[in-house]
């Protein structure tokens, strides 16, 4: 039995390591299909995206690749968009045709300008988190969260992409709920409500094990109890790692297959060459279907 993973950074963005690195580690841990999805670059600098430069270079990069590999191991060439309201991604299915992408990951990273004309992150450090609330939002955390599903709904509605990513990145410094709680009323109303928009679009939902394999949070984006939503609405999910270095293709896997059958399910969406199709799961890989 294999994995799947859709969700790969290496040095063209902010990942250690370089695409070889990846695939090898992905063959050894006897990954199937191993997609990478750098950050697409925006149009102010950042420390962890693609440049337009290296953004070039990318796709060819990969492509050879696919190549050189294509008896050892699946591989397929992504994107990581970003949603900015006004400012990024507002037409994501652009990039899939003029860089000739086999899929596509929305994310939604910022949550709003500070005064000094920057953007706030939704994964900032806790400090700058902290001092960004107090900015943008005037403290009010619940404003704060409320604007990025808010962003996150606006997103999942205009589409033209694939994968919904890391769809509650906005708990990253949450850990012990220091800013807030996902028991409240007001919390839970956000989440279903943008669940409810996601569940009539066309798109999948990526269990995202990266909080846990870099030790920000201790359950997987989204959270399970989040997952047990999307089940009983039968929202499509993913399993991906998130992965910015080698050793973390597969991260939590195991353990995360486990809590999700618990939970109900029994398929993951896998794209293949014939497009996404759904694959039969244990807490050791894919069956075959």
């Known amino acids: 039995m294999s994995w799947t993973n859709f969700h790969t950074h290496c040095h063209f963005c902010h990942g250690i390591g370089k695409p070889e690195d990846y695939i090898n580690e992905a063959i050894n841990q006897g990954v199937e299909t191993l997609g990478f999805s750098c950050h697409a670059s925006l149009p102010f600098y950042t420390d962890w995206t693609m440049t337009e430069e290296t953004q070039?270079?990318?796709?060819?990069?990969?492509?050879?690749?696919?190549?050189n590999y294509?008896?050892?191991?699946?591989v397929k060439l992504g994107l990581e968009i970003d949603y900015i309201p006004d400012v990024m991604g507002l037409d994501m299915q652009q990039y899939k045709e003029s860089m000739k992408l086999d899929y596509t990951i929305g994310s939604v990273?910022?949550?709003?300008?500070?005064?000094?004309?920057?953007?706030?992150?939704?994964?900032?450090?806790?400090?700058?988190?902290?001092?960004?609330?107090?900015?943008?939002?005037?403290?009010?955390?619940?404003?704060?969260v409320e604007a990025y599903y808010l962003m996150l709904q606006d997103m999942a509605k205009r589409g033209g992409f694939d994968i919904l990513g890391h769809f509650d990145l906005i708990k990253k410094n949450n850990r012990g709920e220091q800013f807030f709680s996902e028991d409240q009323k007001w919390y839970r109303d956000i989440v279903e409500s943008t669940l409810l928009l996601i569940s009539k679009q066309d798109l999948v939902v990526e269990v995202?094990?990266?909080?846990?394999?870099?030790?920000?949070?201790?359950?997987?984006y989204p959270s399970l109890w989040i997952l047990e939503k999307c089940y009983n609405l039968n929202i499509p999910i993913t399993l991906n790692s998130d992965a910015h270095s080698p050793s973390d293709v597969t991260a939590w896997f195991q353990g995360t297959a486990e809590s999700l059958i618990k939970i109900g399910f029994t398929e993951l969406h896998v794209l293949e060459d014939n497009g996404w199709q759904t694959r039969p799961f244990t807490p050791e890989g894919l069956l075959p279907k």
């Open 109 to 144: 990273h910022y949550m709003g300008c500070a005064s000094s004309g920057e953007y706030l992150p939704a994964d900032a450090s806790k400090e700058n988190f902290a001092n960004g609330i107090k900015d943008v939002y005037s403290g009010d955390i619940r404003k704060a």
């Open 56 to 67: 070039k270079l990318y796709p060819s990069t990969i492509r050879q690749l696919q190549e």
């Open 208 to 220: 995202n094990t990266g909080g846990m394999s870099r030790n920000y949070i201790d359950t997987t």
């Open 70 to 74: 294509l008896r050892q191991i699946n």
